[in-house]
């Protein structure tokens, strides 16, 4: 089903959640919004689900309005952060509910509803828990039975709120492979939620980075890592070293290349000399032996598995800088905390200041 | 000097596990002591005083027709309040939790005036009401409805000052109850109704039967307001600890004793079912 959401805005007593958002998902898709907690994502999902209404905007399923249409009757399956179970029902009266609150001209023979729930229990592998409570899972477990769940009512799309959030980083992993499998076995369209980017780049086919109830950027994981939209996107994607510089009519010259600074929404860059921000990435930078490039020197060794991450102070910078080096690469320079050594970028790309998002947002990518 | 060093975990029975919680022996012993000379000392002297009866003599006093009618009266008029205020207590609660009004504040305050109010006054004030000449007892009356006077003075009496403990109860369940688990109900389809009947009825049902227990062991023993009401008619309205007082005032101590450990047995038995109840009902909330 194809999923457009026509200039939502949302607000909330003072707040605005979501600033005038259009966004369209494909029949199919495996769409990730990604954020800091804040950014509207949330709210978006529930109002894509219908437990939301906007103040203004559309949200169509298939071309047609679904504003009118109360959450029970979109046909979402939606998947709740800490699962909303029903605390009182079994594992299978929980998946079976969906199925018995159909009204009785419509609904299943007792049989069917049987047949239905079990073998949904052994899609999501539970089916020997079937008469478990809830409190008698584990994490893992009760994320299974909420998505066993929300399928059971053959749902058009699925929704995911922060569907890992609460699990441990195992168990994480292979809930994430597993749900991959299922959304392309079962044909779903699928839209979730998180605020991790790894999650977001690893298993979904567009990410929709959000920011303050706006859309920076939409998508595939590697158009977003590679080339982002925004400085936001480039501080909340991936690690990334932001370091202050001059931009010289519109140029500046950092470690070894030159840049052109350019802006993301398309505003002139100021004639003349203006801050900016350069943002290179740790393995974008290359370590020299002292007397090549800018002089550096090394403050950390991290060089633990297969690369090794070397932190460096540079002259007149004040953010330590991270430095991602080959592990043969590490051992021919032989580094070590306090030697002296030269610094270069291979890439870079540089925003004025005035574009670059707040420190709050941009600390938030931790 | 010498240093003896007693082990606590050696000189302790096994039934106890180790916690790092301290104070657990004073705490115990407090409590132990404390519930003996408040709760079990002045039941027990009941006991006593009653068995000076004699069983035969204990049975006939406990069985007289007088004594179980007002048995009839005090369980029956108690069981129907509390059913009354498990009902309405619960649409209390939900009112005063789920919507915002103006006074709000006011109206959940209400709620607890009939645990402030001295007993008495409040029967008095019921019963002035539902007399003949009283705002509600003049429009009734000639409809038929006798109130004051009459076991259905006793009931009105005892929903008036059983409302607060299932308000109290389930209010701060209702407060807790988990808004996505609704939304998830509606998301799967269900209607305000089902969602009601089928996720958030049996969330506070458990709080709702412990409000009933709580306003049902309150009324059994509930006098000065009945009093007032109730007419208090031999055979007809009198409540059991009507009859206790009169046997007490024609000095039959033993008589008074034998029909209040009859009571305090009936009652055991009761709470007894209810608490089986709880925990039966708590089971299927999944331990919780």
């Excluded at chain 1, 350019?262 to 000399?273: A, C, R, S, V």
């Excluded at chain 1, 020299?288 to 910078?317: D, K, L, N, Y």
């Excluded at chain 2, 000095?251 to 079912?273: H, P, W």
């Amino acid at each position: 089903m194809v999923i457009e959401v026509r200039n939502v805005t949302k607000k909330f007593d003072t707040f605005t959640a979501l600033r005038g958002l259009n966004l369209q998902v494909q029949p199919g898709e495996l769409v990730a919004l990604l954020g800091p907690s804040g950014s509207g994502k949330t709210t978006l999902l529930r109002v894509i689900a219908g437990l939301e209404f906007a103040n203004e905007g559309q949200v169509l399923f298939d071309g047609k309005d679904a504003g009118s249409r109360h959450v029970g009757e979109r046909r979402v399956g939606f998947v709740f952060q800490h699962y909303a179970l029903f605390r009182h029902m079994t594992v299978f009266e929980n998946v079976a509910f969906g199925l018995r609150v159909v009204p009785r001209q419509r609904r299943m023979s007792d049989s069917d509803i049987k047949k239905r729930v079990l073998s949904l229990l052994s899609l999501v592998q539970l089916d020997r828990l079937s008469d478990r409570y809830p409190t008698q899972l584990s994490g893992g477990q009760r994320q299974r039975v909420a998505l066993a769940r929300a399928l059971a009512i053959e749902p058009l799309v699925l929704l995911l709120d922060e569907p890992f959030g609460a699990l441990d980083a195992k168990v994480r992993k292979e809930l994430r492979r597993w749900l991959r499998r299922l959304h392309d076995d079962m044909g779903l369209t699928s839209i979730f939620v998180t605020h991790d980017q790894e999650e977001a780049l690893e298993l979904a086919d567009r990410v929709v980075v959000m920011n303050q109830g706006a859309i920076e950027q939409v998508g595939t994981p590697e158009e977003v890592y590679d080339t982002p939209a925004t400085p936001f996107v480039y501080e909340f994607l991936g690690n990334v070293n932001r370091v202050p510089c001059r931009i010289n009519n519109g140029k500046v010259s950092l470690w070894g290349i030159d840049v052109a600074a350019e802006t993301h929404d398309g505003t002139p860059i100021p004639e003349g000399d203006t801050a900016g921000f350069a943002y290179v990435r740790p393995h974008d930078i290359e370590l020299t032996p002292v007397g090549q490039g800018e002089p550096a020197v090394v403050r950390h060794v991290a060089a633990a598995g297969p690369t090794a991450r070397i932190e460096v102070s540079v002259q007149g910078v004040v953010p330590l800088i991270e430095a991602q080096l080959s592990r043969k690469r590490y051992l021919e320079l032989g580094l070590k905390v306090g030697q002296q050594v030269g610094i270069a970028a291979r890439a870079a790309r540089v925003f004025p200041a005035s574009a670059s998002p707040s420190p709050m947002a941009g600390s938030v990518s931790g | 000097m010498a240093v003896v060093v007693s082990s606590p975990a050696t000189t302790r029975g096994t039934w106890m596990t180790h916690t790092v919680l301290p104070g657990f022996g004073l705490t115990m012993g407090f409590t132990l002591v404390y519930l003996s000379l408040i709760v079990l000392l002045p039941l027990a002297a009941l006991v006593i005083r009653a068995s000076g009866l004699g069983w035969d003599q204990f049975v006939e006093v406990v069985t007289a027709p007088r004594a179980l009618a007002a048995y009839r009266l005090s369980f029956g008029a108690a069981f129907i309040a509390a059913s009354v205020n498990i009902v309405f207590g619960v649409l209390v609660a939900w009112v005063l939790v789920r919507y915002r009004f103006p006074f709000k504040r006011l109206v959940d305050g209400l709620v607890d005036l009939p645990f402030a109010l001295p007993t008495a006054v409040a029967g008095i004030a019921l019963a002035t009401l539902f007399s003949k000449n009283g705002w509600i007892g003049r429009l009734v009356e000639p409809l038929g409805f006798k109130v004051a006077f009459t076991p259905f003075g006793v009931v009105i009496a005892l929903v008036f000052i059983g409302l607060p403990f299932v308000v109290r109860t389930v209010q701060p369940v209702l407060q807790d109850l988990d808004k996505e688990v609704e939304e998830a109900a509606a998301s799967l389809g269900a209607d305000r109704f089902q969602t009601f009947r089928h996720i958030i009825l049996p969330s506070i049902l458990p709080a709702a039967v412990t409000g009933f227990a709580l306003a049902f062991a309150r009324a059994i023993g509930e006098y000065g307001s009945v009093i007032f009401i109730a007419g208090n008619l031999p055979m007809k309205s009198e409540i059991v600890p009507l009859l206790i007082i009169i046997k007490l005032e024609q000095f039959d101590y033993r008589g008074a004793a034998a029909i209040g450990a009859a009571m305090l047995a009936a009652s055991f038995v009761l709470l007894l079912v209810i608490n089986l109840l709880q925990r039966w009902s708590r089971r299927r909330m999944g331990g919780a």
